[in-house]
């Protein structure tokens, strides 16, 4: 009689169970509505973002791009594509974010941001070191070829200055061919990066950093990395993660991640 009861009871709690199963499956639902996949969207640029050759990611963004979703209710994925296809995923994806994306006057309506993520860095024109090249001011640079990478902030500052494509600009669609194409192309006079991605870049492409001369530092034209989102991207969403990335800054995070890669920020010596 007991084994009965204690069998009856079991069923019973099994039907309470469904029951309360069935009531809350549409706040689960709910929630996950609520808490999208983030889609993080990137290039090879070391050493923010190095892109091994099984396309495994890191560096020093992506660090700060991972502790920030961590601390976050978010799922995320991670990928590098060429700078063309992130770029474009980032501004028509709803939950597509960007990084590491400078924040210039003409992008400032495209995306939603999320905050910075890098110091402020100035780009520099350089050329190969056998050439004379006479850039007295940025105005100068306008009588030599400059190879800029489709999008990024090199291509769009010089256009906000005045410079054209196909006159003064050759606009590459991949930008990891930089180097190649001013140590290998004689008709690309220059082309535009920061002290700290030219190095690598560099060796990148086996080509040691003393093959190249810095031509002219352009002051107002930083590199301020951010991380940034789509605009279709819910405004809640935009102000959790810049809370959570903030909050790396306010713990002494960031500053930890930067230790860990200050040496390969050092400006090249020439």
Not at 216 to 241: G, R, V, W
Request: proline share 3%.
């Amino acid at each position: 009689m007991l084994s009965v009861k204690l069998f009856e009871k079991g069923n019973h709690i099994k039907k309470l169970l469904y029951i309360v199963s069935i009531l809350l499956a549409p706040i689960f639902s709910v929630h996950a509505e609520n808490s999208p996949v983030i889609h993080l969207v990137t290039e090879h640029l070391p050493p923010y973002q190095i892109e091994d050759d099984n396309k495994s990611l890191s560096g020093f963004a992506v660090e700060v791009i991972r502790e920030t979703i961590k601390r976050s209710q978010y799922d995320y994925t991670m990928n590098s594509y060429s700078w063309v296809r992130s770029y474009n995923l980032a501004q028509m994806k709803a939950n597509h974010c960007i990084f590491s994306i400078a924040r210039t006057k003409t992008r400032e309506n495209l995306f939603k941001w999320v905050g910075a993520i890098s110091k402020i860095n100035n780009t520099s024109l350089w050329a190969r070191k056998d050439r004379v090249i006479d850039v007295t001011k940025l105005e100068d640079a306008k009588k030599y070829t400059i190879a800029v990478n489709r999008n990024d902030v090199t291509h769009i500052g010089l256009m906000e200055r005045g410079f054209k494509e196909d006159e003064h600009l050759y606009v590459l669609d991949d930008g990891k061919s930089l180097i190649n194409l001013l140590i290998t192309r004689p008709e690309i006079d220059l082309i535009v990066a920061d002290d700290t991605t030219i190095k690598f870049r560099t060796e990148l492409e086996g080509i040691a950093i003393n093959k190249l001369q810095r031509i002219y530092e352009i002051k107002d034209l930083p590199l301020n990395f951010h991380l940034a989102c789509s605009k279709q991207t819910n405004d809640d969403i935009i102000k959790h993660l810049a809370e959570k990335l903030q909050s790396l800054y306010q713990d002494g995070s960031y500053e930890a991640i930067l230790d860990k890669w200050r040496d390969k920020f050092s400006v090249p010596k020439l």
